[in-house]
């Protein structure tokens, strides 16, 4: 009963049922301690159970009576019968204390997101692994808060405020990028494979959005420099928007490259072009996130700051945001693996790809075809990509170590992220890789000709940024 009150709760719109909904998880989780009390129970009495019985599905360990799993195999069908798995008692009741811990995660999510929060808590969420029901009712309105999805979207582009007052959140292009954000949404609450899938074909979807925002911003800057001081702002919110399109563009893209390390997709042959791709795209993402963050900050220094006061500005020295810094700190350990696998690569430490289907070119294709299609970035091939690390070799590794630099940066930043325990728990990670990396940078450079020194790759201190280990033979 009191799941189903949970579930209705839920259901409840603008969230006003979730905290009745998280005392009715509460009583669950009580109902379930007092049923696995009773199942102790009713084991020790039941007679002539043995400990091969243990894995049965009733709380006695007896077989059911009136239920036979294997009906479904009887029945005539239209599909074949598929053959039911049902979890042993135990398995169900800690299926159901996950369910129960997921959803009261759910439950006690802000109503009042931010558009960055809101994304940045689905991965998070995902990372736990949740259940079907709890990612459907995850994405089931609950993520989009109490706000309409055009004051979501002018939130994250900082322009906080304005909203109603603009015929042009009407606009066809406003509309659609309004239903991308939804559908990004929902993909980011699937599982891995199916999450990658998606969005390297949402990625033209948000190009071709992209593109026609630009020609709208064209049409709005000439209307704007001949008509009133409305069209001037319709122009800067176009702007602030067009940035942030182009950043989330290349979130994604970070994203769909990060899954593939976690759904096994790349060999040891393949690190290098992955890692170099992954390099260009932060480059991206850092630019269009710092240009970002500098109109939003221009845009809040107009209206807080008088004129009297301006001319203090250029006596300030300018701060790079910690968030941009943050993605500084990957872009150089991108680098610096892109590079290692090079300079293994070029000086024979990897065994060549030998395959009779597939060449160097056919596989940079292959995992990059939905990125090049959506051209994330403008300008990148696989020449750009062979020019890049044909020269790589462990003597100019040496002497800029992109390793030394991550680590630097991430140790820097760390103060600014404070309250921020998963960013703080990102940058050690990040430290940890790059200090070890360092390391056997080091050692690799020093044994150059040695032939017993053998270099392979753990992601035991990181989930996609590798960690080199050396040993001799």
């Given amino acids: 009963m009191h799941f189903y009150h949970l579930l209705m709760s839920m259901k409840r719109p603008q969230g006003r049922g979730l905290e009745l909904a998280r005392k009715h998880i509460a009583s669950c989780i009580s109902e379930i301690d007092y049923i696995r009390k009773c199942s102790e129970f ?45 979890h042993s008692w135990e398995k169900a009741l800690e299926y159901f204390m996950k369910l129960l811990q997921d959803l009261d995660v759910v439950c006690s999510y802000s109503l009042d997101p931010s558009l960055e929060a809101a994304l940045l808590f689905v991965v998070k969420f995902q990372k736990s692994r949740p259940d079907l029901v709890a990612r459907a009712h995850l994405q089931d309105g609950k993520l989009y808060g109490r706000d309409p999805m055009f004051s979501m979207i002018t939130g994250a582009a900082g322009l906080p405020g304005v909203t109603e007052n603009y015929d042009f959140q009407k ?4 509309v659609q990028l309004g239903q991308l954000v939804i559908n990004l949404l929902k993909i980011l609450c699937t599982n891995a494979a199916w999450q990658r899938r998606k969005l390297g074909k949402m990625l033209q979807d948000w190009h071709v959005t992209y593109v026609q925002l630009e020609m709208t911003l064209k049409g709005e800057f000439e209307e704007a420099s001949k008509t009133s001081n409305n069209k001037k702002i319709c122009f800067k919110i176009y702007q602030h928007i067009l940035a942030w399109v182009e950043e989330q563009t290349y979130w994604i893209a970070f994203r769909f490259l990060n899954l593939g390390f976690e759904l096994e997709l790349y060999s040891v042959h393949d690190y290098c072009m992955v890692y170099w791709y992954i390099y260009v795209v932060l480059i991206k993402l850092t630019e269009k996130k710092h240009l970002r963050m500098a109109m939003s900050s221009d845009s809040a220094k107009k209206k807080t700051k008088k004129k009297r006061d301006s001319f203090k500005d250029g006596e300030i020295d300018y701060q790079i945001p910690a968030a941009v810094m943050f993605l500084q700190s990957q872009i150089y350990l991108a680098e610096g693996l892109s590079m290692m696998f090079a300079a293994l690569r070029n000086e024979c430490r990897i065994v060549p790809l030998q395959s009779p289907f597939n060449t160097e070119h056919e596989i940079f294709i292959q995992q990059f075809e939905l ?51 998963d960013t703080m728990a990102e940058l050690r990670r990040v430290e940890q890789v790059a200090e070890r990396n360092s390391i056997a940078l080091n050692v690799c450079q020093a044994g150059a000709l040695d032939p017993k020194l053998k270099i392979s790759f753990t992601f035991c201190h990181h989930p996609f940024y590798a960690t080199a280990i050396v040993k001799r033979s």
């Fill in 42 to 86: 009713l084991r020790a009495n039941a007679h002539g159970i043995s400990e091969q019985n243990l894995d049965n599905t009733t709380a006695s360990g007896c077989q059911p009576i009136g239920f036979d799993a294997s009906l479904n195999c009887r029945l005539s069908a239209p599909t074949p019968p598929r053959s039911i798995k049902i």
């Fill in 371 to 421: 990125l090049q299609k959506a051209c994330v970035p403008d300008h990148i091939s696989y020449v750009s990509f062979k020019e890049s690390t044909m020269h790589a070799n462990f003597s100019t590794l040496a002497i800029c170590d992109y390793f030394k630099e991550a680590q630097r940066i991430a140790k820097e930043v760390k103060s600014s992220f404070a309250n921020d325990p």
């Fill in 171 to 174: 606009n066809e292009f406003m």
